[in-house]
């Protein structure tokens, strides 16, 4: 490792504990708890679900089209997980606490970040009236993985660069009509 890189990982690490001590506060610790169990699928599940019961066959295009690029993306991650096996932030470091239990060992790239952006820019795609609420949930979801401990930023951001080239690629494959 060079010096930039060992600068750049310093500089992040000490955002990582930053971040997670901004968590020790009862009320970010809940709000952040609350995002990231959403972020787990609930929060996904219940969009296709809504998108079905409220606009019927194109609402089922819309859901079928999130859950082919969900998929994808679990299997991506999984696979860059394993690949990488970078240590989470709270296995790294005593003093960073995982302030919610990890879903897996590894950290990058974040599978909630992954997930919520690949959906949000296709279901953006399909109703973009639903940017008030996506975007910042999305938002939400992305910085609960730092604050809770499971993530460092750059997890993060690679997950949000990943999200966007697979939603990309998904909409490309079976564009958005009507």
Same mark, same amino acid.
């Given at each position: ?15 990582? *504990? ?37 606009? &019927? ?8 089209? $999130? ?8 299997? *991506? ?36 970040? $992954? ?14 009236? *639903? ?18 401990? $499971? ?11 990943? &999200?966007?080239? $697979?939603?990309?690629?998904? *909409? ?7």
């Amino acid at each position: 490792m060079n010096a930039r890189t060992r600068q750049l990982a310093s500089r992040e690490h000490g955002w990582c *504990l930053a971040a997670n001590r901004w968590g020790a506060r009862g009320v970010v610790r809940a709000w952040f708890r609350m995002i990231s169990r959403l972020g787990d699928g609930a929060f996904w599940y219940a969009l296709m679900a809504g998108l079905v019961l409220f606009d &019927g066959w194109r609402g089922l295009d819309a859901s079928a089209h $999130l859950a082919a690029t969900g998929v994808v993306a679990l299997i *991506l991650y999984r696979k860059l997980k394993r690949w990488t096996k970078r240590p989470r932030p709270c296995a790294a470091d005593r003093r960073i606490q995982a302030w919610i239990a990890p879903l897996d060992e590894f950290s990058f790239p974040s599978g909630h970040t $992954l997930h919520a952006v690949s959906f949000t820019v296709v279901a953006l795609a399909h109703y973009p009236v *639903l940017a008030w609420v996506l975007l910042p949930f999305t938002a939400c979801v992305a910085i609960s993985r730092v604050v809770l401990g $499971l993530h460092y930023p750059s997890d993060v951001l690679a997950a949000t660069a990943i &999200g966007c080239a $697979l939603a990309s690629l998904s *909409l490309w494959i079976a564009p958005v009509t009507g």
